[in-house]
C-alpha cells in the first residue's frame, strides 16, 4: 500500500528541494548561547529567539535542577486529572501578575494556546478580524473555529476598518480583532493604540500574540500593549515561554478571568495534552524573577539592536526600519541570500536566509536576531562577516 503513497511524497519533496525550499537542520552540540558548535565549528549565534540569554543562565539551570528532585520529571497527566501542581498555579498567578490581567491558563505551547482560544470562543455568530501576516499558529486556530473570517492588510488601519465595517454589516454577535504584537519577519510592532482606538468604536474586543515581545518590550518588559500604552485595553493575550523568558517550551493564555475558566473547560490542547514539565515551570519563575528584580538584561538587549543597526547602515546594508532586536537584512534574490547566509557560516557566523514562500517574492532577507548575550565584540564580528560575505559572493 505503501509505494504509491511513497512515490508522493518523494515528488513533493525533490519539487521543494528543485525550488531550493529545502530546510535543513544544522546539528548545535552544546547549549543555546551566543556562541555554540553548529555542524562541528564553532560559530556566533545570530538566529536565535534567545532574546535576553536566559536559555543558559545558571539560575534558570539551577531552579530546573531542584525541580526534578522536588516536583519530579512529569506529571504523566493532564491538568484535570491529576497533572496540577502548587508550581503551576504558581507560574499562573506570576504570568498574571506581570501582565497585569486577571487569569492565566498554561498551555504545552503557544501553538497549542492559540489552537485552543477561537472553537472554544467564537462561533458562527461571531467575526474574526486577522491581521494577514499573523503567525501560522494564529491562522491554524481560527481555522478551527466556526466564526465568520475576516482578514485586513498588514498594519493597515484603514483596511481594518473596512473589515470591521464588513463584520458588523453580516451581523456579527461578537467580533475580535486579532494581531501578533511584532511580525516575526519584519520586526515591525503593531498599531495597537490605533486598533483599540477602532475596537472601541466597533465594540470589539482586542487580542494580541505577544510572542517575540513578553520579557523585553516595553517599559517592565510586559510586552506590546505595555509599549503603546493600551495594556489595560487588550482583552486576550497569547505568549510563549519558548523565547525570551527561558526558551524552552510552554505557552499560555492570559485574560480576563470568565475567559480563561471557559478555556479551562473546554479548549482542547489543554483538556487533552499533558501538562508542562515541572522543570520548565520552575525554569521559568526563574525567569520572571529576573526580569522583577533588574532591567538590565533588557537594556542591554536594546543597546545591541542599536549597535547592530548602526554598524549595518555604515557598511551600506538595507535594512527594514524599527527598534525591535528582529533585524531583517534585505538582499531580494533567493539564490543570493541563500549564498551569503552559506558564506557567513564560513566566516564563522550562524544566521538563517528567508524566501518564498515563508516572505513574499523578491524579498529575501538575512533575520538576525540580537540577544542580550551578544557582546560588542561579537555584534562588530558578525557585521565583518557581512560585508566579507558580500563581497565574497558578488
Known amino acids: 500500500m505503501y509505494g504509491t503513497f511513497r512515490e508522493t511524497v518523494a515528488t513533493q519533496l525533490s519539487e521543494i528541494e528543485e525550488a531550493g525550499l529545502t530546510k535543513h537542520e544544522r546539528s548545535i552540540h552544546g547549549p543555546q548561547s551566543s556562541q555554540i558548535v553548529a555542524d562541528g565549528a564553532e560559530v556566533l549565534n545570530f538566529c536565535a529567539n534567545n532574546y535576553l540569554g536566559l536559555a543558559d543562565h545558571p539560575a534558570l539551570r539551577d531552579a530546573a535542577k531542584l525541580a526534578l528532585d522536588d516536583w519530579g520529571y512529569g506529571l504523566a497527566s493532564v491538568r484535570f486529572i491529576c497533572g496540577t501542581q502548587e508550581q503551576h498555579l504558581e507560574l499562573e498567578r506570576r504570568v498574571s501578575q506581570f501582565l497585569g490581567t486577571e487569569a492565566t491558563i498554561l498551555f504545552s505551547s503557544c501553538f497549542d494556546a492559540n489552537g485552543g482560544v477561537f472553537e472554544t470562543l467564537f462561533t458562527a455568530d461571531d467575526a474574526i478580524v486577522s491581521d494577514e501576516l499573523n503567525h501560522a499558529s494564529i491562522i491554524d486556530g481560527i481555522r478551527l473555529s466556526k466564526a465568520q473570517r475576516f482578514r485586513y492588510k498588514n498594519r493597515d488601519l484603514a483596511d ?235
Open 160 to 394: 481594518l476598518r473596512a473589515q470591521l465595517t464588513a463584520a458588523r454589516d453580516a451581523g456579527a454577535r461578537h467580533t475580535v480583532i486579532v494581531t501578533d504584537g511584532v511580525f516575526s519577519m519584519d520586526g515591525y510592532i503593531a498599531p495597537l493604540r490605533e486598533i483599540c482606538d477602532l475596537a472601541d468604536e466597533f465594540c470589539a474586543l482586542v487580542f494580541v500574540d505577544d510572542s517575540h515581545a513578553v520579557g523585553f518590550v516595553g517599559e517592565h518588559g510586559r510586552g506590546t500593549p505595555e509599549f503603546c500604552g493600551v495594556a489595560d485595553r487588550v482583552d486576550i493575550y497569547t505568549g510563549t515561554f519558548g523565547k525570551a523568558l527561558g526558551g524552552a517550551s510552554g505557552g499560555y493564555v492570559s485574560s480576563h478571568r470568565e475567559i480563561v475558566d471557559l478555556l479551562r473547560q473546554r479548549a482542547r490542547p489543554y483538556l487533552f495534552s499533558n501538562t508542562l514539565a515541572p522543570s520548565i515551570v520552575a525554569g521559568t519563575i526563574a525567569a520572571l524573577d529576573l526580569l522583577e528584580q533588574s532591567d538590565q538584561l533588557r537594556a542591554q538587549l536594546v543597546a545591541n539592536a542599536a549597535l547592530f543597526r548602526s554598524l549595518m547602515t555604515e557598511a551600506g546594508f538595507d535594512l527594514l526600519p524599527g527598534e525591535h532586536p528582529i533585524v531583517p537584512v534585505m538582499f531580494g534574490d533567493a539564490a543570493l541570500t541563500a549564498r551569503i547566509a552559506d558564506e557567513m557560516q564560513r566566516h564563522g557566523v550562524y544566521v538563517t536566509a528567508f524566501s518564498f514562500p515563508v516572505v513574499p517574492r523578491g524579498k529575501a532577507r538575512i533575520r538576525v536576531q540580537l540577544s542580550a548575550a551578544h557582546t560588542e565584540d561579537e555584534i562588530r564580528r558578525c557585521v565583518e562577516a557581512f560585508s566579507a560575505a558580500r563581497e565574497a559572493v558578488a
